[in-house]
C-alpha cells in the first residue's frame, strides 16, 4: 500500500472500472520481461505484447469483474458518500 488507504485504492479501481478500458499496448507499454516463450526474443515489441497478451491475460474479463464489484448503487456512482 505504502501510504494509500482502503479509501484511495477503492478510488483508483474505481476510477479503472468508468474508464475506457485500455488497449494492450496502452496496457502493456512499459512492461518489462514479457519473453515468456522460447523464440520470444525474436519478436518485434507489438508482436511481443499481442502474443503475451493472448497467453497471459484476458483483459475483457478483468474489466468485467472490476466493474461488477462496483454495483450500480456503490456510492461512487449512485451520488452518495465517497463522490
Keep these: 500500500k505504502k501510504g494509500k488507504t482502503t479509501e484511495d485504492i477503492e478510488a483508483a479501481l474505481y ?3 468508468i474508464d475506457e478500458t485500455l488497449s494492450l ?5 512499459n512492461a518489462k ?3 515468456r516463450e522460447k523464440w520470444d526474443w525474436a519478436l ?3 508482436l ?3 502474443t ?3 497467453l497471459n491475460l484476458n483483459i475483457e474479463e478483468a474489466f468485467g469483474w472490476l466493474r461488477g464489484a462496483f ?3 456503490h456510492p461512487r ?3 452518495g458518500p465517497g463522490v
Design 44 to 46: 518485434p515489441p507489438n
Design 15 to 17: 476510477d479503472a472500472c
Design 77 to 79: 456512482i449512485s451520488g
Design 71 to 73: 454495483p450500480v448503487n
Design 33 to 35: 520481461n514479457l519473453e
Design 25 to 29: 499496448p496502452e496496457l502493456l507499454s
Design 48 to 50: 511481443l505484447q499481442k
Design 52 to 54: 503475451y497478451g493472448s
